[in-house]
């Protein structure tokens, strides 16, 4: 399945993360647009806790994304065929080389975009505008700055995470949204992502999210952060290729 995540996010570097206290752990619920369809394609449900993030898509045939910032790595979970496959963040990292290497024509626009900026303070909306993109961001402060390198470094993360699985955009231009929304200090309430086509005769392309933050777990949040622990312990580990079912290898750019 394409999945497309616009609104969540993460730093470019391997920093750490400071320690947090309990209070300052927070939880994201995101349900996915398509054009203009208004039942969601996508919902998830994204869990940070500490160091690690913990995003959760769909209720049946769930599959669970989990960033492991202090080791670098995303562990993914399959819970219908129950099997697991791990991607480091340096074999993001080359991906990404690998993506700006090889773009050609009309890829470039996406692989190297030239987004200009405009944010008006009073209304809170952000919009990123390229010459095949164009973002408007509803945009929230929350309650603590301390969230936001958080946010950004999954969200980074999570761009270059997705631009594996084939149908995905490059990562490039939402981080570059996130830098943006970083510097403001801001979260996304709703993101509204338009891609122009090629040809005149095209159509564009819309993708919207909407963003239900909360600044604290709940017990079942709890109990899910559990399960998927369980989970990475019973599930058989399999090459990424295997688990995306796709011909695909992170380590072709070494």
């Known amino acids: 399945m394409i999945r497309y995540r616009i609104g969540l996010s993460a730093l470019c570097c391997l920093a750490l993360l400071v320690t947090n206290t309990r209070g300052e752990d927070f939880r994201i619920e995101t349900d996915v647009f398509f054009d203009s369809e208004d039942e969601p394609a996508i919902s998830t449900l994204t869990l940070f806790r500490g160091t690690t993030v913990y995003d959760f898509m769909g209720d049946k045939n769930e599959e669970i994304t989990i960033l492991d910032i202090n080791r670098g790595r995303f562990v993914l979970l399959d819970c219908q065929r129950k099997i697991k496959t791990t991607v480091t963040t340096d074999q993001l990292l080359r991906f990404s080389a690998a993506l700006k290497s090889e773009a050609r024509g009309s890829t470039q626009a996406l692989v190297t975009p030239e987004l200009t900026e405009s944010f008006d303070k009073q209304t809170g909306i952000l919009e990123m505008v390229g010459k095949r993109l164009h973002y408007k961001v509803n945009t929230i402060h929350p309650p603590s700055a301390e969230v936001v390198p958080r946010y950004r470094k999954f969200a980074d ?19 570059q949204l996130n830098a943006s929304m970083a510097n403001h200090e801001i979260l996304p309430r709703s993101v509204e992502r338009t891609i122009s086509p090629i040809s005149p005769l095209g159509s564009s392309h819309v993708v919207r999210t909407s963003h239900l933050v909360s600044w604290q777990l709940t017990n079942t949040d709890r109990k899910r952060i559990s399960r998927a622990g369980d989970y990475m312990a019973s599930y058989r580990e399999v090459n990424p290729a295997s688990y995306w079912k796709q011909p695909i290898s992170l380590d072709q750019t070494k």
């Not at 993360?157 to 981080?175: C, D, E, I, K, S």
């Open 157 to 175: 993360w999570y761009a270059r995470l997705n631009a594996t699985r084939v149908g995905n955009l490059p990562p490039f231009a939402r981080m």
